[in-house]
């Protein structure tokens, strides 16, 4: 059911861990809904120099928090917030109807940990000014 | 061949070969319709009943009071609808369990949007159906109970013989869903006041796609199937000769050297729990810890995710089930987990495993050995298990 990318970012998951003095750090998702990402973002000069993450959650869950840190590494901080959730699937070669969620749940990670960047070193992000996290997000996301 | 462990027996298990052999001979040259009358037919009348008669024999009923069916869920959508229908008139109200099978959970919820009422009982922390509840649930107008034999998920085994006492005692048929029972417990259907039960071929090396329904002599149901007069008039359709052969062997060798098979499979049960309980932490075991199937684990592991553990699980070519959501493609983990009290993130943690008497100590041992790595590597990802870690 999941493409061989799927299943090489959740048997190998790159990026796992924390950062103990982080910049940014999000958290999404809740433990009833069966997935939590949390990310942690080390920013300099507006460059997201290092990125960690933790996930509790399913197959995609965990792969798509792998490719998010992926796609984001080494990026600035306006090429961060492009990243869609449809990004992160079409990067893992598609995810399952039914998980297109998690790859939602990835994109609001990067989002969230920028927001807590953005309120730490009172820095304003355009675009972030009025996001809202939705945790119960499998009863919204509409597939695409 | 690579090493295969299978460990999901209460999904389906392989057909034996001494029945495969009984089966093949009627799919090629003993093709005959058993309705016909000229001996290739005919001949194939008499496998039928031989077949019948050994599922009597295993129930301790009488061979007209076993009607074949396609399985599982049709002796369950029968046996409900067929008793719901045919009692309209002295009432409409049904009991049965939070955590039935979707066959037959399904099947009363189709019902009460005909305008029956269906009571869900409630049952405690590891399963059982509560008696009080029951008694107190019967009105006027119930015309049905329904309660599993064991749980499928948990395989908690519920107290059959004193429900069948309420519902003789009431005057109430009592159907029992026994899919998970036939060949893990011995059963005789008037001890326990049994009218009507539901068994599935392939949960004990029988093929798929086949069951039967007992039917207690004297027990009116309206068909499920119309058509032909097969099966004595109440299931139409040519009837699955091969696979009733099947069945019939299959339930046969189930109870051969039954004592000897269950002390074994028990014995690998309570090794798994007992080595999974030693090695893991944050782990608790899921249903009845005596009161069980004997193949039956149940255990949720804390903060992880029961489809990263199957899935990982699979890598290593071990096979299990889980009743988290995320297996299932809906947005609540297993009913019947939530039905014990278990909170939305423990059962999607939730693990099944379901051992036969083709599992080996060796394959347990080599089992717990893998499941405490995937274990610690997910729980090394978790942020939860990250909280934990901090708050100790």
């Known amino acids: ?144 | 061949m690579e090493r295969y462990i299978y460990m999901d027996n209460a999904a389906t298990t392989p057909v034996k070969k001494e029945v495969l052999e009984e089966m093949l001979p009627f799919f090629t040259e003993k093709y005959g319709n058993p309705s016909s009358v000229y001996k290739l037919g005919s001949a194939n009348r008499v496998e039928v009943e031989k077949a019948r008669e050994k599922v009597a024999l295993a129930l301790g009923a009488d061979k007209s009071e076993i009607y074949f069916t396609a399985g599982g869920s049709e002796s369950d959508n029968w046996a409900i609808k067929g008793a719901a229908y045919k009692y309209r008139d002295k009432g409409n109200h049904i009991i049965t369990t939070k955590i039935e099978h979707h066959a037959v959970l399904n099947t009363c919820k189709y019902l009460e949007k005909q305008g029956f009422e269906v009571t869900y009982l409630d049952v405690d922390e590891d399963g059982i159906v509560k008696l009080d509840d029951l008694k107190r649930a019967i009105r006027d107008n119930t015309i049905l109970i329904s309660v599993m034999f064991a749980n499928n998920e948990i395989g908690t085994i519920q107290p059959i013989k004193e429900i069948g006492e309420i519902a003789k005692e009431h005057n109430i048929l009592f159907h029992t869903d026994a899919v998970q029972a036939i060949g893990s417990i011995k059963i005789d259907v008037n001890e326990l006041n049994i009218d009507l039960l539901s068994l599935s071929a392939h949960k004990f090396f029988g093929p798929k796609g086949v069951g039967a329904l007992y039917i207690r002599k004297g027990v009116r149901i309206d068909n499920l199937i119309s058509g032909g007069g097969q099966e004595r008039n109440k299931r139409a359709g040519t009837e699955n000769v091969a696979g009733i052969v099947g069945l019939g062997k299959a339930i046969e060798l189930a109870y051969e050297n039954f004592e000897e098979k269950n002390k074994y499979i028990i014995s690998l049960r309570d090794r798994l729990i007992e080595k999974i309980e030693k090695n893991i932490k944050y782990v608790r075991l899921n249903g009845h810890r005596t009161q069980r199937l004997p193949g039956n684990v149940n255990v949720s592991f804390e903060f992880i995710e029961g489809e990263s553990l199957l899935l990982m699980l699979d890598l290593n070519n071990i096979a299990a089930s889980s009743g988290s959501a995320c297996t299932s493609g809906s947005l609540d983990p297993s009913h019947v987990l939530l039905a014990i009290g278990l909170s939305h993130e423990i059962a999607h943690g939730s693990l099944r495993l379901s051992l036969s008497e083709l599992n080996t100590e060796e394959e347990v041992d080599y089992v717990v050995e893998k499941l405490v790595e995937i274990v610690d590597r997910l729980r090394q990802m978790s942020p939860l298990y990250e909280k934990i870690k901090e708050e100790k």
């Open chain 1, 1 to 144: 059911m999941y493409s061989e990318k799927v299943m090489d970012h959740f048997m190998n998951p790159r990026n796992v861990g924390e950062i103990p003095d982080a910049d940014g750090i999000g958290e999404v998702g809740n433990a009833k809904c069966g997935d939590i990402m949390k990310m942690y973002l080390k920013i300099n000069d507006g460059i997201i120099e290092d990125v960690k993450f933790k996930t509790f959650g399913c197959g995609s869950a965990i792969a798509s928090s792998s490719m998010a840190t992926e796609l984001i590494k080494g990026k600035t901080i306006d090429e961060a917030l492009q990243v869609t959730n449809k990004a992160v699937a079409e990067a893992l070669d598609g995810l399952p109807p039914v998980k297109m969620h998690c790859s939602v749940l990835a994109e609001q990670a990067i989002k969230s940990a920028l927001l807590d960047y953005s309120k730490r070193h009172n820095v304003k992000i355009e675009g972030l000014e009025d996001i809202e996290f939705d945790d119960d997000h499998h009863h919204h996301v509409e597939e695409e």
